[in-house]
C-alpha cells in the first residue's frame, strides 16, 4: 500500500511569488491535513480538508490556503511568499479524519520549500 | 490554550543505555496523546498512542504511560540501538464528543546514540 505522497520534495521561490505544493493521501483515506516545521516555531497545523471540505484550519494569515479534489488529492498553495514561509511542509492522511480519538495520522516526507 | 511541553535535547546515549524522553501537557480536556519519531530526511511516523488515562502504549521496544495526575507521558526505552538515534515528538490530540482535533506537538528532542 502506497503511503503519502508530496511533490515536489525540493523547491526554491523567489520573495513575492507564490507557490502549490501536492499531496496523493493514502489510497482510501477520505482526510488530508497540512503541516508547516520550522526550526522556530516546530510543528504548526494549518488546515484539514474531509470530503473536499476544510474542517479545521490553524492560525495562518490568508496567504496559506487549500483545497481537496474529488480523487481527495489535495493542495497547498502560498501566495506573497515571505522569507519566513522557509519550511518543511508536511502532509498527513487518515482513513475518518483527525475525528476519531486516537486515529493513525500518516505523514508524508514533506516538501522542503525555501525562500530566497 | 492547549500545549505540550518535552525535553530540550540533544540527548546523547551509548547504545545499550535507558532512555528517558520527559513530555507534560496541558489540556482543558481529556486529549489522545502521541509519540511520533522522524528520521533525518523523513517525515513522521507514529511510534506509540495512548488514548485515556493509565493507557500504556508500546512499540519497538519504547512505552509511555498516560498519566493524568501529573499530565505526562514520559517515553522510554530500556536498551537504545544506534538505529534510534532520530527526534521524538510529544503531541496530543484533543477529543471533543467522540471527534478528533489536529495534533498539537511538542518542539522535538533529538537522540543520539553512539556505538
Known amino acids: 500500500k502506497a503511503g503519502v505522497t508530496q511533490t515536489p520534495r525540493y523547491l526554491i521561490k523567489t520573495r513575492g511569488q507564490q507557490v502549490t505544493l501536492s499531496c496523493s493521501p493514502i489510497?482510501?483515506?477520505?482526510?488530508v491535513s497540512w503541516y508547516q516545521q520550522t526550526p522556530g516555531q516546530g510543528l504548526q497545523f494549518l488546515f484539514e480538508?474531509?470530503?473536499?471540505?476544510?474542517?479545521n484550519k490553524g492560525n495562518f494569515p490568508g496567504r496559506f490556503s487549500g483545497r481537496q479534489f474529488s480523487n481527495s488529492r489535495s493542495e497547498m498553495n502560498v501566495s506573497t511568499l515571505e522569507l519566513g514561509d522557509s519550511a518543511l511542509y508536511l502532509c498527513?492522511?487518515?482513513?475518518?479524519?483527525?475525528?476519531?480519538?486516537?486515529?493513525?495520522?500518516?505523514f508524508g516526507e514533506g516538501s522542503w520549500l525555501t525562500v530566497v | 490554550g492547549n500545549s505540550v511541553t518535552q525535553m530540550e535535547g540533544p540527548v546523547t546515549l551509548s547504545e545499550e543505555a535507558f532512555l528517558t524522553i520527559n513530555c507534560t501537557y496541558t489540556a482543558t480536556g481529556y486529549p489522545s496523546l502521541f509519540w511520533y519519531v522522524q528520521y533525518p530526511g523523513e517525515g513522521l511516523q507514529l511510534l506509540l498512542k495512548?488514548?485515556?488515562?493509565?493507557d500504556k502504549g508500546s512499540n519497538k521496544g519504547f512505552e509511555a504511560t498516560y498519566r493524568k495526575e501529573t499530565t505526562s507521558f514520559h517515553l522510554e526505552k530500556g536498551s537504545v540501538q544506534v538505529s534510534d538515534s532520530a527526534v521524538y515528538f510529544c503531541?496530543?490530540?484533543?477529543?471533543?464528543?467522540?471527534?478528533?482535533?489536529?495534533?498539537?506537538f511538542g518542539k522535538g528532542t533529538k537522540l543520539s546514540v553512539k556505538p
Open positions: 495512548a488514548t485515556k488515562a493509565d
Open positions: 489510497s482510501g483515506h477520505r482526510s
Open positions: 498527513a492522511s487518515s482513513s475518518e479524519g483527525q475525528g476519531m480519538p486516537g486515529n493513525t495520522i500518516y
Open positions: 480538508y474531509f470530503s473536499e471540505t476544510q474542517r
Open positions: 503531541a496530543l490530540a484533543m477529543n471533543y464528543g467522540g471527534s478528533q482535533g489536529n495534533l498539537i
